[in-house]
């Protein structure tokens, strides 16, 4: 089984910024990629950003120049940097990862989420 924790959160006034974090854990043999995604009150779940094992990174047009997705293969962890944050980034942040487990099964594994308040 694999588990996603992600952390981070919290309250921020516009033009604030913050720093989401995402480990993986569990019966991981390779990571393909992580990525997070967002959902807004009564919006579809939309992505965000995301990195490939090779280092390659996209993102929503909403975000870029603004958020940076990193990530640490050594830690099966990936991380969003937020900065310059809207009243529209307030959602729900989810943290998913694209693995192969230990016994050869390759699947889409997610967090619990995270709750982003921006206040303008």
């Known amino acids: 089984q694999v588990q996603v924790v992600e952390s981070g959160g919290g309250l921020v006034q516009a033009g604030g910024s913050l720093r989401l974090s995402c480990a993986a854990s569990g019966s991981i043999f390779s990571v393909n990629a992580m990525g997070w995604y967002r959902q807004a009150p009564g919006k579809q779940r939309e992505l965000v950003g995301a990195?490939?094992?090779?280092?390659?990174?996209k993102y929503a047009d909403s975000v870029k120049g603004r958020f940076t997705i990193s990530g640490d293969n050594a830690k099966n962890s990936v991380y969003l940097q937020m900065n310059s944050l809207k009243p529209e980034d307030t959602a729900v942040y989810y943290c998913?990862?694209?693995?192969?487990?230990?016994?050869?099964?390759?699947?889409?594994?997610w967090g619990q989420g995270t709750q982003v308040t921006v206040s303008s």
């Open positions: 990195i490939r094992s090779d280092g390659s990174t």
């Open positions: 998913t990862v694209d693995v192969w487990t230990e016994v050869h099964i390759r699947g889409d594994y």
